[in-house]
């Protein structure tokens, strides 16, 4: 039996426990809100730094006085739209009605698709909506743009709010444009952060689950889960018994984090740039605490799925431009 202090560790909600298909995350469900929007950014994990700010909270033993918050810099370069999809219910699950590609520049490189399906803004105002329960925007990064040190850019979708006819009209002007990050996040905004995390290779139950090490006076193996199954169905283990295997490299998802600022990069690059970065040359967003994923990992962010009333937000007074290489 595990001690009382130190209880089984690793969620059962995930499973199995297997690396992620790909480096960055997949959006899947996002909140229904009535303002036409867009639904979501993406950028890239810097690093970390600390800022000093004034406590504004009402209730706050701290209210009035300034406070050290850690923060996560994210480099948002602008996003761009290559394609707009429009779903349509069918079965058991919505399905692409239809799809228009949309004229990409030289650092999206578009092999699946033939010229002549390309089309133009227009087309977008002649698709039928009459079956069209849903609309999102398919957008791609512009690392070469950042700090980052890659060419080939992110595709992922992004979906948008509002009714349909809105959701039409707001993805016939995102074509049209280069996404910033000011035109979707404001200071203050509480959003869910979905990447994947760092990965940690093949793991032993110890460090997976955090189950016990054995006794002393065990005879052979010092560590393990204990009993692995009964004496009846021998060669069979429940899935619940803790194993070694993949430990990190999962997508997971983090809700309510809070964006304290939106900095240019001459305010937050510190001597030196971030290690294993290197200067941030993009709009930043400071989110308060820690975000999971590598550096150099992409983090997409989306509005709040649990979201519930807003922290207030502290007054940014100094952000720290510390050296990060040590001594």
């Known amino acids: 039996m ?27 469900n996002t909140p229904i809100l009535k303002e036409s929007k867009l639904l979501g950014f993406a950028g890239y994990k810097a690093g970390m730094t600390h800022v000093v700010a004034t406590d504004t909270s009402k209730t706050s033993p701290t209210k009035g006085e300034k406070i ?31 799809e228009v590609f949309l004229k990409t520049g ?13 089309g133009s ?11 069209i329960t849903h609309i999102t925007v398919q957008v791609y990064t512009q690392p070469h743009h950042a700090g980052v040190g890659k060419k080939t850019p992110e595709v992922f979708e992004l979906p948008l709010s509002g009714s349909v006819q809105e959701q039409a009209q707001l993805a016939k002007t995102l074509a049209q444009k280069e996404i910033s990050v000011q035109d979707i996040i404001q200071p203050g905004d509480m959003l869910d952060s979905r990447a994947v995390t760092k990965g940690k290779g093949n793991q032993g139950p110890v460090k997976r689950f955090g189950v016990n090490l054995r006794s002393h006076k065990s005879e052979k193996t010092i560590r393990g889960p204990g009993s692995l199954g009964g004496w009846i169905a021998q060669g069979h283990s429940m899935y619940r018994v803790a194993f070694s295997g993949q430990m990190g490299y999962h997508q997971r ?16 690059n510190p001597a030196g740039g971030f290690i294993t970065y290197g200067e941030v040359k993009q709009p930043c967003l400071l989110v308060r605490g820690s975000l999971q994923g590598a550096k150099k990992r992409l983090i997409t962010f989306t509005a709040p799925f649990r979201a519930h009333a807003k922290k207030s937000l502290p007054a940014v007074e100094f952000i720290s431009k510390d050296s990060k290489q040590g001594n």
């Open 68 to 98: 050290s918050i850690p923060v996560t810099v994210v480099e948002c370069p602008p996003l761009k739209v290559s394609a707009v999809r429009f779903y349509a219910s069918k079965g058991y699950g919505s399905v692409v009605e239809q």
């Open 2 to 28: 595990a001690k009382r202090k130190n209880p089984r560790h690793g969620s059962m909600q995930f499973w199995p426990r297997v690396r992620a298909s790909r480096q960055y995350a997949r959006v899947r």
């Open 253 to 268: 998802t983090q809700y309510n984090n809070q964006v304290l600022a939106i900095v240019q990069p001459e305010e937050v």
């Open 121 to 131: 803004v227009d087309d977008i105002e002649k698709v039928p909506l009459d079956n």
């Open 106 to 118: 030289k650092e999206f490189a578009r092999k699946a698709v033939p010229k002549a399906a390309v």
